[in-house]
């Protein structure tokens, strides 16, 4: 299976920024580099992105995610984009990132409607779970994992999982540059497929796409991207370097 290399933006570029900086990642990108590339830039930036990645060279590797969807289809939300809004735009959506849920207050009973929402209209949500530093030191990784994707995949179908990515993104590595180890992180997979396994049977849990996000650099991606049931990684920082982000693609095929 091709690996699937996220870049997750965040409130950085632009519209005219986010043009050069998808430009500037193709022309480095090699031809060989094997993996499906999912840019998600500012909500603002994806329709004029989306029109560049058309004139790229790799076009054909190249999809469109948004960072953020509402779970409701429309109605008075003022400030709220859906998933019915951006169905023509995107094929994907980052959804539980845990800036929302730190920052913003996201729930998992919301998150779980936002998964329900993508799937509505045939957008790939990207749902993202980790614990906190605290509650790895505590030794309660797992269950927190397992308790999020309990809730957050409450309305899926067994049928809808080839239609989801879930990233296992631990608090503590986001935005600090405390990767976590691959051993860590090949546990933790293990423990997410396991969990699927159980809910929904073991074909599905072995063919979820699971990633690995957390200060991922070119220095480390490579250690994640060989792990066994680690389908591909989400990037925050270096995926807004050009340098940095075509070097996690071009490292990251098998
Ligand atoms: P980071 O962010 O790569 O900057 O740690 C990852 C993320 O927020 O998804």
Known sequence: MKKLIVGNWKMFTTTAEAELLVER???????????????????????????????????????????????????????????????????????????????FAERDTEIAKKVAACLRHNITPILCVGETLAEREAGHSKRVVVDQLTVDLGYMTAQELENIVIAYEPVWAIGTGNFAKPDDVREMIGVIRGHIEELYGEIHGAHVRVLYGGSVEPENARSYTRIAGCDGLLVGGASINYIKFSEIINLSHR
């Open 25 to 103: 990642v193709d022309a480095k990108v090699l031809p060989t580099h094997g993996s499906e590339v999912v840019f998600c830039p500012p909500a603002t930036a994806l329709e004029n992105v989306k029109a560049k990645l058309n004139t790229l060279k790799h076009k054909q590797s190249y999809s469109l995610g948004i960072q953020n969807i509402y779970d409701q289809d429309e109605g008075p939300f003022t400030g709220e984009i859906s998933a019915a809004q951006v169905k023509d735009l995107v094929n994907y959506a980052i959804v539980g990132h845990s800036e929302r849920r730190r920052i």
